[in-house]
């Protein structure tokens, strides 16, 4: 019964895209937001948002509100929509961060510098140390 219970409750999460919820402003003022899924167009930017550590892009972008936005709220809110966020973004993030792996790795571009770079016949990339195009035998021996 219970699976059956958070089945629906998935389903109503993906129909609705998101959860409400109650938030409280350091001003002490209160507001119902949406916690979404966030949207494919917006997973790059969320990647860098959270990749960088920046919890308060984060919020904006699992809100879909203005950049600062998160700022105003309690630390309790923030808390609360992060928890939230994650859960509902944390399992098709982390298949989209594996396909951007794939992607990256087919096209010879480093992610994880020695993970990937120790993978025979990896192939260089942009990120890659580059060889001194200055070589000393050129100088005379005197």
Same mark, same amino acid.
């Given at each position: 019964?219970?699976?059956?219970?958070?089945?629906?409750?998935?389903?109503?999460?993906?129909?609705?895209?998101?959860?409400?919820?109650?938030?409280?402003?350091?001003?002490?003022?209160?507001?119902?937001?949406?916690?979404?899924?966030?949207?494919?167009?917006?997973?790059?930017?969320?990647?860098?948002?959270?990749?960088?550590? @920046?919890? $308060?892009?984060?919020?904006?972008?699992?809100?879909?509100? *203005?950049?600062?936005?998160?700022?105003? /709220? !309690?630390?309790?809110?923030?808390?609360?929509?992060?928890?939230?966020?994650?859960?509902?973004?944390?399992?098709?993030?982390?298949?989209?961060?594996?396909?951007?792996?794939?992607?990256?790795?087919?096209?010879?571009?480093?992610? @994880?510098? $020695?993970?990937?770079?120790?993978?025979?016949?990896?192939? *260089?990339?942009?990120?890659?140390?580059? /060889? !001194?195009?200055?070589?000393?035998?050129?100088?005379?021996?005197?």
């Amino acid at each position: 019964m219970e699976q059956t219970q958070e089945k629906i409750h998935n389903d109503l999460v993906t129909v609705t895209g998101g959860v409400d919820m109650k938030i409280t402003r350091k001003d002490g003022s209160e507001e119902t937001v949406r916690v979404r899924q966030i949207p494919l167009s917006k997973l790059q930017e969320f990647s860098m948002a959270v990749g960088f550590g @920046n919890m $308060a892009d984060a919020i904006d972008l699992y809100c879909d509100k *203005p950049k600062g936005w998160g700022d105003t /709220l !309690s630390y309790e809110s923030v808390k609360a929509l992060l928890d939230k966020g994650c859960e509902l973004n944390l399992p098709f993030f982390g298949v989209w961060l594996k396909d951007q792996r794939k992607w990256r790795a087919a096209f010879g571009i480093v992610l @994880n510098g $020695a993970e990937e770079q120790s993978q025979k016949g990896a192939l *260089p990339s942009e990120n890659s140390p580059r /060889l !001194s195009p200055t070589t000393t035998n050129l100088v005379p021996n005197r």
